[in-house]
T-cell receptor, first 114, second 117 residues
Framework: ETGVTQSPTHLIKTRGQQVTLRCSSQ?????VSWYQQALGQGPQFIFQ???????GRGNFPPRFSGLQFPNYSSELNVNALELDDSALYLC?????????????FGPGTRLTVL | AQKVTQAQTEISVVEKEDVTLDCVYE???????LFWYKQPPSGELVFLIR??????QNEISGRYSWNFQKSTSSFNFTITASQVVDSAVYFC??????????????FGKGTHLIIQP
């Protein structure tokens, strides 16, 4: 069974740039969620994708957007990067409507905005 | 609104001691799920346990045990005979039962557990 994978591991960008982070879900899972974890804080829910559509969103502005592909992998896009966007971005996959839909996390992408 | 409070920012104990991590939650939902995750220095969140709100049975898994008390809105986690490998940040999380809809996890701020040899 393949776990959740994310790429890249680390990324450095400058303010105002755009970034794309990628996530491959665990085999058999059909739902992907994205979280932002600032240093010393708990993860915060950004949004969730199911059947290639966003079906849930946390308190994040529209410049945070995403995609889910037919193979259930996903991308997180952030436009007009701000210094406060520096964080660990975690992707989690789950099997919706399975009765257990526990989220399993990937290793994360560490984004630094200068 | 949902909220999870982990009042213990950091706990340091000597190996083989027992340690309890506290978690208190707030929710208006009658049906919800509670979770514990472990985050080692590598950064990946490792799932430990999931508990449904309608199941208050406590659970034991090896050296780990969980005490869920709906009356006090608490879901505490105890490690018995702690080991250095238990050193990590531990997060308690809450999710409403969405009936097939989408809701993310609401996390506490985490407790940094340090096990000294």
């Amino acid at each position: 069974e393949t776990g959740v994978t994310q790429s890249p591991t680390h990324l450095i960008k400058t303010r105002g740039q755009q970034v794309t982070l990628r996530c491959s879900s665990q085999s058999g899972h059909n739902t992907v969620s994205w979280y932002q974890q600032a240093l010393g804080q708990g993860p915060q829910f950004i949004f969730q994708y199911y059947r290639e559509e966003e079906n849930g969103r946390g308190n994040f502005p529209p410049r945070f957007s995403g995609l889910q592909f037919p193979n259930y992998s996903s991308e997180l896009n952030v436009n007009a990067l701000e210094l406060d966007d520096s964080a660990l971005y975690l992707c989690a996959s789950s099997l919706a409507n399975s009765g257990t839909d526990t989220q399993y996390f990937g290793p994360g992408t560490r984004l630094t905005v200068l | 609104a949902q909220k999870v409070t982990q009042a213990q920012t950091e706990i340091s104990v000597v190996e083989k001691e027992d340690v309890t991590l506290d978690c208190v939650y707030e929710t208006r939902d009658t049906t919800y799920y509670l979770f514990w995750y472990k985050q080692p220095p590598s950064g990946e969140l490792v799932f430990l346990i999931r508990r449904n709100s309608f199941d208050e049975q406590n659970e034991i898994s090896g050296r780990y045990s969980w005490n869920f008390q709906k009356s006090t809105s608490s879901f505490n986690f105890t490690i018995t005979a702690s080991q250095v490998v238990d050193s990590a940040v531990y997060f308690c999380a809450l999710r409403r039962y969405s009936g097939g809809g989408a809701d993310g996890l609401t996390f506490g701020k985490g407790t940094h557990l340090i096990i000294q040899p």
